[in-house]
Nanobody
Framework: VQLQASGGGSVQAGGSLTLSCTASGRRLSSFFMGWFRQAPGKEREFVAAISGPSGTRIRYSDSVKGRFTVSRDNSKNTVYLQMKSLKPEDTATYYC??????????????????WGQGTQVTVSS
């Protein structure tokens, strides 16, 4: 499964961005999907996860809860991460990830088998 993350950019604090994750050659509907981010000099950090196919299980990190929303549109073979009220500390490269398994929480990067290339999000104060 080849994942492509897109939608990153530069915004001011308080702004919004929506990231998208698509796949080539494979339907994502049955995959458990996650979003992670990594800032320079820091470890990769869990952001959000959503189960497949209906997205009944959703989980967020405490740092983004209430500001970010993860969703999926299986008809478009796309998973989204809507980010609002962005803060400078949200600056990072954001990665989408997928697994055909069904992890309990989805916050552990080791649960995922496939990763996208990352998209940069920069939030200025």
């Amino acid at each position: 499964v080849q994942l492509q993350a897109s939608g990153g950019g530069s915004v001011q604090a308080g702004g919004s961005l929506t990231l998208s994750c698509t796949a080539s050659g494979r339907r994502l509907s049955s995959f458990f999907m996650g979003w992670f981010r990594q800032a320079p000099g820091k470890e990769r950090e869990f952001v959000a996860a959503i189960s497949g196919p209906s997205g009944t299980r959703i989980r967020y990190s405490d740092s983004v809860k209430g500001r970010f929303t993860v969703s999926r549109d299986n008809s478009k073979n796309t998973v989204y991460l809507q980010m609002k009220s962005l803060k400078p500390e949200d600056t990072a490269t954001y990665y989408c990830a997928a697994t055909a398994r069904s992890p309990l929480g989805g916050s552990n990067a080791l649960d995922y088998d496939y990763w996208g290339q990352g998209t940069q999000v920069t939030v200025s104060s």
